[in-house]
Nanobody
Framework: QVQLVESGGGLVQAGGSLRLSCAAS????????MGWFRQAPGKAREFVAG????????YYADSVKGRFTISRDNAKLTVYLQMNTPRPEDTAVYYC?????????????????WGKGTLVTVSS
């Protein structure tokens, strides 16, 4: 079993920056693909960024490419999402998710474990 706890959400001005963290439990963290997803009010949960088990491969949604960066520190059992120049349309609850396998995935239904989420509000 993997437990994920997100932190770092809050209110940020458009054009600012914010870093989300996801602390994981379990010795197998370093072998898992990880991802960040988000869900805005009235919308479906969507992929934001994913990272392979060793950080050697990352992937981003087109909407955040060039602005957000996903990274991980396996020694600290933590994955991060650096959000630069956020926009009001980035306002959502952000979820950290983990897979049972080492590869990353863009699909909500291919993630096996989820955190409870952290709210990010971007003001204009």
């Amino acid at each position: 079993q993997v437990q994920l706890v997100e932190s770092g959400g809050g209110l940020v001005q458009a054009g600012g920056s914010l870093r989300l963290s996801c602390a994981a439990s379990g010795r197998t963290f370093g072998s898992r693909g990880m991802g960040w997803f988000r869900q805005a009010p009235g919308k479906a949960r969507e992929f934001v960024a994913g990272i392979k088990w060793n950080g050697g491969s990352t992937y981003y949604a087109d909407s955040v490419k060039g602005r957000f960066t996903i990274s991980r520190d396996n020694a600290k059992l933590t994955v991060y999402l650096q959000m630069n120049t956020p926009r009001p349309e980035d306002t959502a609850v952000y979820y950290c998710a983990a897979r049972r396998v080492s590869s990353l995935s863009l699909r909500v239904d291919e993630m096996d474990y989820w955190g409870k989420g952290t709210l990010v509000t971007v003001s204009s």
